[in-house]
């Protein structure tokens, strides 16, 4: 694959990857590919989208098509052209599909029954990134310029996110049971409920605030795609945060260390979940996969070594009682802990007593220093 665009995980257990270069798709780990030599109306595949009846509808070069049966069926507007570049589909309650469609202008489509029925021009405020079924009714929007959008019988609604215009694109959406709708920005996570909304970004938990893409898992868990990394937050502190938005949520975040390598992509959708619980991502350049039942984790704490003591550029032991000169200055203390999983996120906590109040935080930095010790006795400590 030269580009992976985006990632569709279907019912049958086939994950299907949309590249620059074909169509592939991964049966019982089984990777094959569907290119133009095999009768695929073009080259490029853009965005992807399974409706109720199980068809594949494929954004292709400037296009839309349906696969089905090991065939591809071109879709056209009323006028008989190419549809345009998809950048996003979903289907509504009735089972109409809505491609949103890139060009000058942007436009949707209603198809129903494999035929386009409507095209509806999309305002220059109205332009999506993301789409998603509405269970009331119509269709979702995530706007380009960071807003949500409700279409139903020919009416366009807009919900503000109250996040600035330098919000950009909603770029993935999730709708749930309560009515509440979930958008990925750039400034953080946005839950729409009632008519207000509400940011969640690094000021309440967050490690960074671009989200990219979000989905939930089979525990209820919702996992964001993000610029520094893959992140999970459980349901119920998604429902405290809900209830109470000035406190911070618990988010474990899978970064480079873990292997994660998150970026954005131009199409939907972005990330899947499977029916063996494995969710997938595009990045544009590569395909991830991470399964939430198998995160092993050590529960055991590393064990601590101190490594050097330095006093005024002079070493002393590390593993017994030892006295200053009077007049010393400055005090370094090295230390380590031994873990051989992902060093680089072990974290520390160290204080030394008869000098410290408290237990410090300095994270995954792994010294300690001192300048301004009085006469006395010390014991150092490091967790």
């Given at each position: ?9 279907t ?5 299907w990857i ?6 592939d798709?991964?049966?019982?780990d ?12 073009g080259?490029?595949v853009t ?14 070069d ?14 056209r507007?009323?006028?008989g ?8 589909m979903?289907e ?11 060009g000058?202008?942007a ?12 095209e509806?021009l999309?305002p220059?405020?109205?332009v ?8 009331q009714?119509?269709?979702l929007?995530g ?6 959008a ?10 503000s996110?109250n ?5 950009g694109?909603?770029?993935s ?21 009632e008519?207000k909304a509400?940011?969640?970004?690094s000021?309440?938990?967050?490690p960074c ?7 939930r898992d089979?525990?209820?868990s919702v996992?964001?795609a993000?610029?520094?990394?893959l ?9 405290k945060?809900?209830k109470?938005p ?6 474990k ?6 292997g994660?390598?998150p970026a ?12 063996d619980?494995r969710?997938?991502f ?18 055991i ?17 590390s593993?017994q ?5 009077p ?6 203390i ?5 873990s051989?999983v ?8 160290y204080k ?6 408290d ?5 995954t930095?792994r ?5 301004d ?11």
């Amino acid at each position: 694959a030269d580009r992976v665009n985006s990632v569709l995980a279907t019912p049958d257990g086939t994950v299907w990857i949309g590249n620059q270069g074909g169509l592939d798709f991964l049966r019982n780990d089984a990777l094959s590919s569907i290119t133009a030599q095999d009768g695929m109306p073009g080259r490029n595949v853009t965005s992807l989208f399974e409706d109720h009846a199980g068809r594949l509808f494929v954004g292709i070069d400037g296009g839309l098509a349906v696969f089905e049966g090991g065939h591809f069926r071109t879709i056209r507007k009323l006028d008989g052209a190419p549809l345009g570049i998809v950048v996003a589909m979903t289907e509504d309650m009735h089972h109409n599909v809505w491609p949103q469609v890139q060009g000058r202008p942007a436009y949707l489509a209603r198809i129903r029954d494999l035929r386009v029925k409507e095209e509806v021009l999309s305002p220059p405020t109205q332009v999506a990134f993301a789409l998603a079924a509405d269970p009331q009714g119509g269709i979702l929007l995530g706007l380009v310029n960071g807003n949500l959008a409700r279409y139903w019988d020919g009416q366009f609604h807009t919900f503000s996110a109250n996040h600035g215009a330098e919000a950009g694109p909603v770029l993935s959406l999730l709708t749930d049971s309560d009515g509440s709708v979930w958008g990925a920005t750039k400034q953080g996570l946005v839950r729409w409920n009632e008519g207000k909304a509400e940011t969640l970004n690094s000021s309440k938990g967050l490690p960074c605030d671009s989200v990219f893409s979000l989905l939930r898992d089979n525990a209820g868990s919702v996992w964001l795609a993000t610029a520094c990394g893959l992140m999970v937050i459980s349901n119920d502190e998604l429902g405290k945060w809900a209830k109470q938005p000035e406190v911070a949520v618990e988010v474990k975040t899978f970064d480079i260390f873990d292997g994660a390598q998150p970026a954005r992509s131009s199409f939907q959708p972005k990330a899947s979940l499977a029916p063996d619980g494995r969710i997938w991502f595009a990045n544009d350049s590569i395909l991830q996969v991470i399964d939430p039942s198998h995160l092993n984790a050590n529960a055991i704490p590393p064990p601590v070594h101190i490594e050097k003591i330095v006093a005024d550029r002079i070493s002393y032991p590390s593993e017994q009682e030892f006295s200053l000169p009077p007049l010393t200055r400055d005090l370094e203390i090295d230390y380590t802990a031994l873990s051989f999983v992902v060093p680089q996120k072990v974290r520390f906590r160290y204080k030394l007593e008869g000098h410290d109040a408290d237990w410090q935080e300095p994270g995954t930095r792994r010294q300690a220093f001192y300048n301004d010790l009085v006469p006395g006795r010390y014991r150092f400590r490091v967790i």
